[in-house]
């Protein structure tokens, strides 16, 4: 585990979610993934942008209590939601350090793989 201080914030750039707890959230990104996810983009390699489908009752607070859960064990990842320009869409915006990259790079494929048909 690598910690990073700069000013007053120290964060922890490494997953500190319990291994036995990993594959069932795993498991959650992927349910939701199947089930709302609607555009996948990655403009950069610390960058991705996920659209969601909100026209089901309760995929915005599932998507924040998600997020807000994975930022808890792995501070590294940045998350901003926000309405999408197409009416009932959500976009989230997801970020992470240089050092990240492969980690984002594998939850951005396997968003792919399971949501929008290409």
Same mark, same amino acid.
């Given at each position: 585990?690598?910690?990073?201080? $700069?000013?007053? $914030?120290?964060?922890?750039?490494?997953?500190?979610?319990?291994?036995?707890? =990993? !594959?069932?959230?795993?498991?959650?990104?992927?349910?939701?993934? +199947?089930? *709302?996810?609607?555009?996948?983009? =990655?403009?950069?390699?610390?960058?991705?942008?996920?659209?969601?489908?909100?026209?089901? !009752?309760?995929?915005? *607070?599932?998507?924040?209590?998600l997020t807000a859960r994975e930022s808890e064990c792995c501070?590294?990842? $940045?998350?901003?939601? +926000?309405? +999408? +320009?197409?009416?009932?869409?959500?976009?989230?915006?997801?970020?992470?350090?240089?050092?990240?990259?492969?980690?984002?790079?594998?939850?951005? =494929?396997?968003?792919?793989?399971?949501?929008?048909?290409?």
């Amino acid at each position: 585990m690598r910690f990073e201080s $700069t000013d007053a $914030t120290t964060r922890i750039d490494a997953c500190t979610l319990p291994t036995e707890e =990993q !594959p069932l959230r795993v498991a959650e990104f992927e349910e939701l993934f +199947a089930a *709302h996810l609607v555009g996948v983009e =990655q403009p950069a390699p610390t960058r991705g942008r996920l659209t969601f489908d909100a026209g089901a !009752p309760g995929v915005e *607070h599932q998507i924040r209590d998600l997020t807000a859960r994975e930022s808890e064990c792995c501070s590294f990842f $940045t998350f901003t939601l +926000a309405p +999408a +320009a197409q009416p009932g869409r959500l976009v989230l915006d997801i970020e992470v350090p240089g050092s990240q990259q492969p980690v984002l790079g594998a939850l951005m =494929q396997r968003a792919a793989e399971l949501g929008p048909a290409s």
